[in-house]
């Protein structure tokens, strides 16, 4: 694994679709890889596993923004991906393709409490998606 391809893809915000509910319950690694799984199993690819590594730097992470999380502004959204012109339509759509992203196969996330009461949760994945001009699968 490299480290890089871990790194490079940190969603400081829990990744919020209509089958994906960022809520208090979702604290272990089988409620973060149920969520992640259902919303690829409707596009039809595999499953994701469990990576404690991966899961050590999303940790790492969201605990150098728990000082602040004035700029989390992710909400519950549909996804917005067009398959057909593999764009995102009417808005941002990158969160859901990272998900849906065939190639990533390992998930690690982290959630902290914020110094000001909110909440920031952070996944990643290996191997990294989203690369341009590539279908998520």
């Known amino acids: 694994m490299v480290i890089n391809s871990i790194t490079s893809l940190a969603i ?4 919020a679709l209509a089958v994906f509910h ?14 992640h799984n259902a919303a690829r199993s409707q596009v039809r ?6 990576d404690e590594k991966v899961a050590a730097y999303a940790r790492a992470y969201v605990d150098k ?29 990158r969160h859901y393709t ?8 390992r998930l690690g996330c982290a959630k902290v409490r914020c110094n000001n009461g909110g909440t920031i949760i952070s996944c990643n994945y290996d191997p990294r998606g989203n690369y341009v ?5």
């Not at 519950?76 to 339509?89: E, G, L």
């Open 65 to 93: 923004l728990k000082g602040d999380c004035k700029w989390c502004i992710l909400g519950a959204h549909t996804p917005r991906y067009d398959y057909n012109s593999n764009t995102c339509v009417g808005g941002e759509c």
């Open 133 to 137: 001009n590539q279908r998520p699968y």
């Open 45 to 50: 690819v595999g499953p994701m596993q469990w």
């Open 12 to 15: 400081a915000c829990f990744i």
């Open 98 to 105: 990272q998900v849906v992203w065939r190639n990533s196969v």
């Open 22 to 35: 960022v809520s208090n319950a979702q604290n272990t690694p089988q409620d973060y890889l149920n969520a």
